[in-house]
């Protein structure tokens, strides 16, 4: 046999931690206020001109007028022009203003808005004696604009929320046995501009809202350690931003601070690639001290399930000067016991690479990156290859909001998102359009989903869709962030540079290519626009933006060496609950073309599978094609369609609170039923908590079975990839139809109380799964259940006691049977009965919910509620680690249980009580054991296929 091998490059780079490296979590305990300097007021409109159009391109939309067209411009800040089509009622919202022609429209043009303000110097919150006691006291991730009201006065693109500014203050103590190490604050992300003092003195400024970064406070003059205090006050300025959704701001990610030897890897130094079934590491060790030092780089891999391990390589000794990288070395490595277990969808294996600086028997740093054995090829004619296995990627695109918590998402939650896309057969995810949580990556690693990761801003500081005060270089430098903080990802297989309009500037991808390729040579590169040559030449794949069949073939034909994917499609609104009956003409000011701001809280049906297949077969039946991405997964925040809708309702999977929509049952019904579970491409073993169970039969009723608004007969639709359909009412067949491929079944049905079925048959007339809806009775009952952590949706068994993991809450109105009532929309309140826990946030999934987002209240949308709980103590971190947690941080509102204790915390009670009086509790299960991080668990269920 021969043994199977494994190179490792070690090279200079930097990164970990000393044999005794500490990363203490430094996300609790934060002062906080709000600032005062909202997003600027709408541009009044002024007189329009008649019988021309200004400026080319842009987005379009039906309004009432000119005067509502010319309000929708004024709204977003990157809108420069306008024009209104009176023989279409269409609104044409333009950034490309150059240019203004004859046309039979009425049209109107804004100046460009002014810069966004520095920075200030030194304002009195920056001091380190400024007296912040009365200071809202909040712990990251956090999003500080989501607590503000929905209000018609600000953007639709950000939901009708303001834009802000923001402090944040923290007060701290650093060891007095760190003196003379190398300490480091590290910000996941910070949106949207940052600038950060200590003690009084500016020491750092961040104008990337999405990038990861490190910042060093050793250096800092008068830094204090021992039981000296020192306060860290940050300025997020989030009033401007280049996104047309909802982008939130202020800590929306994690933040630790970490404290290794002088002596040390480089922030974002090491990582780990492959070539075939071969391992390459890469190190860059760095010398914060004052005299050089002889150090070798230890690297041992290890199975991530078991902990077995499986090959150790010590590297020569390398000298590193003081502030000096180190050279580069190369050692192979030889396998001699088990082969080398490769990552792929259906089988994500995992191994972790242990780093470590040493000298003799000293560590001075270590640092572990979890990675995977792949091989990735893009080929022009067949598509995507993983291990030579052909892959078709099925996947979707989604922002990094959700309802309730804005743009704070908790970690659980990100793994409910994963697991609902894996549900319904999606194998890929596209990051859009900006670098994702670290937690998204690492739970598609663990679970085999594909990634596209997404760099944010692109050609300057205009033509992104808002304002940004970077310029191309400055963009560069996010691109490299990117690249370097997630390359070790194995779910990563391709880079994006940018997103449609923020492509537009050409000229920059052969910069943007030469960063992502001298960061990391394995990847291909992407970006989802189709311009010209001056992009399409440094791209390794095209990536195409709702385009029809006729635009893949067109290109394949032109371009026949060039892989492409449709990196974004389908444009389908839908609305949860909605009934075609109750919705036969959709419009986004108001279904049936309501035009009372206030009064139509209805704006489309839950009807588009026909919507959706038309798109997704443009690119998903062509062979070389690699893959298609929906836009979207998830409802989100922002880009709405006029007040009071203040969520995109283009999810095709769920709601923006997380509840499964009908279109769901369409999807998977092509994209896992329809799938044979021995297609490389195909996620196997999906929790059921979805959208049911893994069938090679899928067969679902969009309606609730309720009288018809008018007349005798209702209108059913059938998702199914059975071949035929047989409804029965009460018993009785009422019709029978074929359902083509990409199809669905429609009938019209005279109304009876009673039972509804659909009856799936297989193509000898079998029958082989069915779905049946009811008549429902009146509100009798609530149900308060959890859908994470729960093992039906894949999010684990048990909420983690580490201050900060999340509960999803269901609150479900029920009838005397225990079945959902449509329409129901009592106000319901959520509040802890006991354990430690807080009521965060709240929402019910509706396009139009203006209640707030932290009131532990919410009115159901369609029978369901949504309540987020938050941890509020630590019992699961290590005793040094809560040791460290008790000495560091100075103001918590965290509770840290003592390093002695080893007992769990008591569960969380959690109770809601609906408007009119229906009350029911459920008990969050509450644990100190790490084995039910979200990482943990979505690494056994990955292992579990």
């Not at 799936?760 to 859908?787: H, R, S």
Request: net charge negative.
């Amino acid at each position: 046999m021969v043994p199977h091998r494994m190179v490792l490059l070690i090279v200079g780079l930097a990164g970990a931690g000393v044999s005794g490296r500490e990363v203490v979590n430094f996300d609790f305990g934060w002062r906080h206020m709000l600032g005062n300097s909202p997003s600027p007021p709408l541009r009044p409109c002024g007189s329009f001109e008649t019988g021309f159009n200004w400026g080319t391109g842009g987005s379009s939309h039906k309004v009432a007028d000119a005067a509502a067209c010319c309000a929708s411009c004024a709204s977003n800040f990157a809108c420069q022009c306008w024009d209104f089509n009176p023989s279409t009622s269409m609104c044409y919202t333009k950034q490309n203003c150059s240019t203004k022609v004859a046309a039979d429209r009425v049209t109107g043009k804004f100046p460009p808005p002014p810069p966004s303000p520095p920075p200030p110097e030194n304002p009195p919150q920056s001091a380190a004696g400024f007296d912040d006691a009365s200071w809202e006291q909040v712990n990251a991730p956090h999003d500080m604009l989501i607590a503000q009201p929905y209000s018609p006065d600000n953007t639709e693109k950000m939901a009708f929320i303001a834009r802000n500014v923001g402090w944040y203050r923290k007060h701290f103590s650093l060891p007095s046995e760190w003196q003379g190490q190398s300490v480091y604050l590290y910000f996941e992300g910070v949106f949207h501009e940052t600038t950060v003092w200590l003690n009084g003195q500016k020491i750092a400024f961040h104008d990337a809202g999405y990038t990861s970064w490190w910042l060093r406070l050793d250096n800092v003059p008068g830094v204090k350690y021992g039981t000296e205090g020192n306060v860290l006050a940050a300025y997020v300025n989030a009033s401007t931003g280049t996104g047309w959704w909802y982008e939130g701001g202020g800590l929306i990610r994690h933040v630790q601070l970490v404290a290794m030897d002088p002596v040390h890897i480089e922030p974002f130094g090491s990582w780990v690639h492959t070539n075939g079934s071969t391992f390459v590491t890469e190190t860059t060790v760095e010398n914060h001290g004052t005299a050089a030092a002889s150090v070798a780089v230890k690297a041992t891999v290890s199975e991530s399930a078991t902990g077995a391990v499986r090959a150790t390589v010590t590297s020569n000794p390398v000298n590193v000067p003081a502030g000096v990288a180190s050279s580069v070395v190369v050692l192979p490595v030889t396998w001699h016991d088990v082969p080398v277990q490769m990552w792929s969808v259906q089988t994500p294996n995992l191994y972790t690479v242990t780093f470590e600086v040493v000298s003799g028997t000293t560590v001075f740093d270590s640092l572990n990156i979890t990675t995977g054995v792949r091989d990735v090829r893009f080929d022009a004619d067949k598509g995507l290859f993983i291990n030579e296995q052909r892959i078709k990627m099925r996947g979707f695109c989604d922002h990094s909001n959700f309802g309730g918590v804005g743009g704070a998402v908790p970690d659980r939650l990100q793994l409910y998102r994963a697991q609902a896309l894996r549900a319904v057969g999606g194998n890929a995810w596209r990051m859009a359009h900006n670098p994702p949580s670290l937690s998204r990556l690492d739970y598609m690693d663990a679970l085999g989903m594909l990634a596209l990761d997404e760099n944010r801003d692109y050609g300057g500081n205009r033509g992104q869709g808002g304002i940004t005060d970077e310029s191309v270089s400055d963009e560069l430098v996010d691109m490299a962030d990117m690249v370097r903080r997630d390359r070790s990802h194995p779910s990563v297989i391709w880079w994006s540079f940018c997103n449609e309009v923020g492509c537009n500037n050409e000229s920059a991808a052969q910069a943007f290519r030469e960063v992502a390729k001298l960061w990391d040579p394995t990847r291909a590169v992407t970006q989802n626009h189709h311009g010209t040559a001056l992009s399409t030449d440094y791209l390794d794949v095209q990536g195409f933006s709702h385009k029809r069949t006729s635009d893949f073939v067109s290109f394949h034909a032109s371009n026949p060496t060039k892989p492409m994917a449709a990196t974004e499609c389908c444009s389908c609104m839908s609305q949860r609950g909605i009934d075609q009956d109750f919705c036969p003409k959709p419009a986004d000011g108001g279904c049936g073309g309501c035009k009372d701001p206030g009064t139509c809280p209805v704006f489309y049906n839950n009807n588009i599978g026909e919507c959706t297949s038309t798109q997704v077969i443009e690119s998903d039946s062509l062979d070389y094609v690699s893959g298609t991405f929906v836009w979207s997964g998830f409802d989100y925040l922002g880009e709405a369609r006029g007040w009071p809708q203040n969520t995109k309702c283009r999810g095709t999977v769920a709601d923006v609170a997380g509840f499964t929509k009908e279109t769901a049952y369409w999807i998977k019904s092509v994209w896992q039923a329809n799938i044979s579970k021995s297609d490389p491409g195909r996620p196997l073993g999906a929790p059921a908590g979805f959208s049911g169970p893994d069938s090679d039969w899928t067969v679902f009723i969009l309606e609730s079975w309720v009288a018809p608004p008018s007349g005798t007969n209702r209108t059913i639709n059938v998702y199914s990839n059975c071949p035929t359909i047989r409804l029965e009412l009460n018993g009785k067949v009422v019709g029978t139809q074929s359902i083509p491929y990409f199809g669905m079944a429609t009938f019209s049905v005279t109304f009876a109380e009673g039972a509804l079925t659909a009856v799936g048959l297989d193509g000898a007339g079998a029958a082989v799964a069915n779905y049946t809806i009811a008549t429902v009775g009146a509100a009798a009952a609530v149900q308060l259940t959890l859908d994470a952590p729960a093992a039906h949706t894949g999010t684990g068994s048990a909420l983690v006691a580490d201050g900060e993991d999340t509960a999803m809450l269901r609150a479900t109105i029920v009838d005397a049977k225990g079945a959902m009532v449509p329409g129901a929309s009592q106000n319901m309140t959520f509040k802890i009965v006991s354990g430690p826990g807080i009521v965060w946030a709240t929402h019910n999934g509706d396009p139009a919910n203006d209640s707030p987002s932290l009131a532990p209240w919410t009115p159901a949308y369609h029978g369901l509620a949504r309540a987020f709980v938050r941890s509020t103590s630590d019992h699961s971190t290590t005793p040094e680690h809560r040791r460290r947690l008790l000495q560091i941080d100075l103001d918590s509102n965290v509770h840290v249980a003592p390093p002695s204790s080893l007992a769990d915390p008591d569960p969380i009670v959690v109770e809601v009580t609906v408007e009119g009086g229906l009350t029911a509790q459920v008990t969050i299960p509450v644990t100190a054991s790490s084995d039910q991080l979200p990482f943990a668990v979505a690494l056994r269920e990955g292992a579990s296929k």
